[in-house]
């Protein structure tokens, strides 16, 4: 039962955020880019995290601390920034390191008419997987904020979409990839798109993180609309899956060359492929036609 409280708790986290960074990138379309849009990303995110709170959306209660501005030292006597932890208590309590990524959604369309997207690569991903690894969350938590932790993970909330390997390698890590769905930067580009922009729009990868996908397809469900049982399982089983791939057990437990990386890796291009289908199915459902 604690197992599942695990689940439910994570999966409401991240399809609020998912659904919160998607109204974002739509509002922020005719506002001209500011110097410090990471940071202001960073602050809505821990806006984000206390409007959950109150909500009471979750039984769990969570909090969020923005911590950019105050470097960690790790194993190395290297020093790290972490732009936002998210704390979430129970037993087992649960963190997310967070690192976001921001960009000038204002000019959007006019760098996709110069086939320019401000990517987000696998390196970022490795270099995520280092700091933290270098840091050791759960010594971490404890030095710093006087608390303790049972799982933590690593969670990447960017308006920047990701290539399709970095996608594959997050999952592959278990770190929580939240971006805009590719209907949102569809919008951003309006109804007249041309064949250039078509073009560059394809390069984007279908990819709604499967605790979002779940949801979704869970309030249609409740709407009285049929939606396959076999399908919500799919999506409740990765997401359960995802809660044992905490960086403990990534990290400390095992090497991070691991083989089983190799074997998650093929697991996980697999369930991209059903992620995808899934994702269409979800758009028809929806009315919404890519």
Same mark, same amino acid.
């Given at each position: 039962m604690k197992a599942e409280k695990e689940v439910i708790a994570r999966i409401n986290i991240i399809y609020h955020l998912w659904k919160k960074i998607n109204q974002y990138l739509l509002a922020r379309r005719n506002v001209p880019i500011v110097s410090y %849009?990471?940071?202001? #990303?960073?602050?809505? $995110?821990v806006s984000w995290i206390f409007e959950l709170?109150?909500?009471?959306?979750? %039984?769990?209660?969570? +909090?969020? +601390?923005?911590?950019?501005?105050?470097?960690?030292?790790?194993? =190395?006597?290297?020093?790290h920034k972490i732009d936002v932890v998210i704390y979430v208590v129970g037993r087992p309590a649960l963190c997310f390191l967070v690192e976001c990524k921001n960009f000038d959604i204002y000019n959007f369309r006019e760098n996709v008419k110069k086939g320019k997207v401000p990517w987000?690569?696998?390196n970022v991903i490795? =270099?995520?997987?280092?700091?933290?690894?270098? $840091?050791?969350?759960?010594?971490? +938590?404890?030095?710093? +904020?006087?608390?303790?932790?049972?799982?933590?993970y690593c969670m990447l909330m960017t308006t920047r979409p990701l290539t399709s390997t970095a996608? #594959?390698?997050? #999952?592959?890590?278990?770190?929580?990839?939240?971006?805009?769905?590719?209907y949102s930067y569809k919008i951003l580009l309006s109804e007249e798109v041309s064949e250039r922009e078509k073009d560059t729009l394809k390069k984007f990868p279908l990819f709604i993180p499967p605790e979002a996908l779940y949801c979704e397809l869970l309030n249609i469900q409740k709407s009285k609309h049929p939606i396959s049982k076999i399908n919500l399982k799919i999506l409740y089983d990765f997401c359960r899956e995802n809660i044992n791939k905490d960086l403990e057990n990534l990290l400390f437990k095992e090497n991070i060359c691991h083989k089983t990386y190799w074997q998650d890796l093929i697991k996980n291009k697999e369930f991209l492929k059903k992620l995808k289908y899934l994702s269409y199915y979800y758009y028809s459902m929806e009315g919404k036609f890519l």
């Open positions: %849009a990471g940071r202001e #990303l960073e602050e809505m $995110l709170k109150k909500s009471k959306a979750i %039984a769990n209660n969570v +909090f969020a +601390f923005r911590t950019a501005n105050y470097p960690f030292k790790g194993k =190395s006597g290297v020093r987000v690569r696998e490795y =270099s995520m997987l280092m700091r933290a690894y270098d $840091l050791c969350p759960k010594l971490f +938590f404890e030095k710093e +904020f006087r608390i303790n932790i049972e799982r933590s996608i #594959l390698t997050a #999952l592959s890590y278990g770190i929580c990839v939240i971006q805009p769905e590719i």
